[in-house]
């Protein structure tokens, strides 16, 4: 008999292992999963598979590796301050579908924000270290390569979006150039911070080359806005070379060799059309600039004015400005959509989603207090970037600011060492 106690004991000990060693498998694929995914989003509309992208076949991979790996302990860790404001905006928008606009169109409506919670979830309940959230960012400055490398063979090929500017798939030329900026910056990041270039000046030119490629890049995006947020990477730079860059005459130098170069790219790859985009931000100013777009922002204000608690509904905000824009807009064509997230959520779901969309805003903002000078530089400049970007075109409902969002919250709370 005592022996059998034994024996039992030992295979309860020898079956837990087993389930151990499962479960950190099933862990290890999740986390490889989501460094898959998030490596397809830059370029993530162009291989299909029936109306299927093929991130979204990994995405959902993912979905189902990790919720089988959850089945053993269900109870899931997430960011308060960046979780609960995301789940009530996503509901506003799901009631707002539902009850303003068409109950049919709710899933379809909700399914990107439901996509981004789930992966925003994954990423802050499986990663322990700021060494994977770092893999992350390689794995998105991976992608936003290989969109990069798309957009120049599109470019050699004289593959044209519209006006000499140059995209790649259905990705529009802002929405790319916002992209292909957030990559250079994250790339500029991880260099300094692993410190693979014994050299100090080889790590200040390569970061320097990749300043170059971003604006390269940009040039052929055609992209205005992608520009005045390269000027946050650029500035991100000198202000983490300061130290390095002590005497002032590196420092002009430095300074001088850069703008060179961004000058030299727009020469070389830009189409004169969009040469001249560029050219109109310094002669002809920024309100200049903005015109036809203060139009549509003011046109946003009124419905939120006419609906300030729920707005019109989301989606709706090309049908119900268009009587009034086709008097007052000053283009050739009635646009049907805000190019600002702010007046979108606005006008289209009112006080109800401002108010969880700013506290998400917010709750990134508050946690920089706590990192490191360098760690902070790069999330202020990250969360910069994302600010202008919401303000000029429709990224509410795309996946890489929230992703950035979500990946900030959890270098926040990660150790320095992995644990398998």
Same mark, same amino acid.
């Given at each position: 008999?005592?022996?059998? %106690?034994?024996?039992?004991? #030992?295979?309860?000990?020898?079956?837990?292992?087993?389930?151990?060693?499962?479960?950190?498998?099933?862990?290890?694929?999740?986390?490889?999963?989501?460094?898959?995914?998030?490596?397809?989003?830059? @370029?993530?509309? /162009?291989?299909?598979?029936?109306?299927?992208?093929?991130?979204?076949?990994?995405?959902?991979?993912?979905?189902?590796?990790?919720?089988?790996?959850?089945?053993?302990?269900?109870?899931?860790?997430?960011?308060?301050?960046?979780?609960?404001?995301?789940?009530?905006?996503?509901?506003?928008?799901?009631?707002? !579908?539902?009850?303003?606009?068409?109950?049919?169109?709710?899933?379809?409506?909700?399914?990107?924000?439901?996509?981004?919670?789930?992966?925003?979830?994954?990423?802050?309940?499986?990663?322990?270290?700021?060494?994977?959230?770092?893999?992350?960012?390689?794995?998105?400055?991976?992608?936003?390569?290989?969109?990069?490398?798309?957009?120049?063979?599109?470019?050699? !090929?004289?593959?044209?979006?519209?006006?000499?500017?140059?995209?790649?798939?259905?990705?529009?030329?802002?929405? /790319?150039?916002?992209?292909?900026?957030?990559?250079?910056?994250?790339?500029?990041?991880?260099?300094?911070?692993?410190?693979?270039?014994?050299? #100090?000046?080889?790590?200040?030119?390569?970061? %320097?080359?990749?300043?170059?490629?971003?604006?390269? *890049?940009?040039?052929?995006?055609?992209?205005? *806005?992608?520009?005045? !947020?390269?000027?946050?990477?650029?500035?991100?730079?000198?202000?983490?070379?300061?130290?390095?860059?002590?005497?002032?005459?590196?420092?002009?130098?430095?300074?001088?060799?850069?703008?060179?170069?961004?000058?030299?790219?727009?020469?070389?790859?830009?189409?004169?059309?969009?040469?001249?985009?560029?050219?109109?931000?310094? !002669?002809? %100013?920024?309100?200049?600039?903005?015109?036809?777009?203060?139009?549509?922002?003011?046109?946003?204000?009124?419905?939120?004015?006419?609906?300030?608690?729920?707005?019109?509904? @989301?989606?709706?905000?090309?049908?119900?400005?268009?009587?009034?824009?086709?008097?007052?807009?000053?283009?050739?064509?009635?646009?049907?959509?805000?190019?600002?997230?702010?007046?979108?959520?606005?006008?289209?779901?009112?006080?109800? %989603?401002?108010?969880?969309?700013?506290? /998400?805003?917010?709750?990134?903002?508050?946690?920089?207090?706590?990192?490191?000078?360098?760690?902070?530089?790069?999330?202020?400049?990250?969360?910069?970037?994302?600010?202008?970007?919401?303000?000029?075109?429709?990224?509410?409902?795309?996946?890489?600011?929230?992703?950035?969002?979500?990946?900030?919250?959890?270098?926040?709370?990660?150790?320095?060492?992995?644990?398998?």
């Amino acid at each position: 008999m005592e022996h059998n %106690g034994e024996s039992q004991v #030992e295979t309860g000990i020898y079956n837990c292992g087993i389930s151990s060693v499962l479960a950190m498998r099933l862990r290890q694929i999740v986390i490889a999963l989501t460094y898959i995914f998030i490596f397809s989003l830059p @370029w993530r509309s /162009l291989i299909l598979i029936g109306p299927i992208s093929i991130s979204e076949i990994v995405g959902m991979g993912l979905a189902i590796a990790f919720i089988i790996y959850r089945l053993r302990e269900p109870f899931l860790s997430f960011s308060p301050s960046f979780h609960v404001p995301l789940v009530a905006f996503t509901g506003v928008v799901i009631a707002s !579908t539902y009850w303003s606009v068409n109950p049919k169109r709710t899933f379809s409506y909700a399914i990107p924000f439901l996509s981004i919670f789930v992966l925003s979830i994954i990423i802050y309940d499986v990663y322990d270290s700021k060494v994977q959230v770092q893999y992350a960012i390689t794995s998105f400055v991976a992608g936003v390569g290989v969109s990069i490398t798309i957009l120049v063979f599109n470019f050699l !090929t004289q593959r044209t979006w519209i006006a000499g500017r140059y995209s790649i798939g259905s990705i529009s030329g802002n929405v /790319l150039a916002g992209l292909i900026v957030i990559g250079v910056l994250s790339c500029i990041f991880l260099i300094q911070t692993s410190r693979i270039f014994s050299n #100090e000046w080889i790590e200040k030119g390569t970061n %320097g080359l990749l300043i170059f490629v971003g604006a390269m *890049a940009v040039s052929l995006t055609g992209s205005r *806005a992608g520009f005045v !947020t390269l000027t946050i990477v650029i500035a991100y730079f000198f202000v983490c070379e300061k130290r390095n860059l002590n005497r002032s005459r590196y420092t002009i130098v430095f300074a001088v060799a850069v703008f060179s170069m961004i000058f030299l790219s727009i020469t070389l790859f830009a189409s004169q059309q969009t040469a001249e985009r560029f050219a109109s931000i310094i !002669t002809d %100013g920024i309100n200049d600039n903005l015109k036809y777009r203060i139009v549509i922002w003011k046109t946003g204000f009124a419905e939120f004015q006419n609906n300030p608690l729920i707005g019109n509904g @989301w989606g709706t905000f090309g049908p119900v400005t268009e009587a009034t824009l086709s008097q007052t807009y000053p283009g050739d064509f009635i646009p049907q959509r805000a190019h600002n997230a702010f007046v979108t959520i606005a006008s289209e779901l009112g006080i109800a %989603g401002l108010l969880p969309f700013a506290l /998400l805003l917010l709750g990134c903002g508050e946690i920089l207090r706590g990192f490191s000078v360098h760690e902070g530089f790069f999330w202020l400049a990250i969360l910069l970037v994302l600010l202008f970007l919401l303000s000029v075109d429709i990224w509410v409902t795309m996946t890489t600011p929230y992703l950035f969002m979500a990946l900030l919250h959890t270098y926040k709370n990660s150790t320095e060492i992995s644990c398998p």
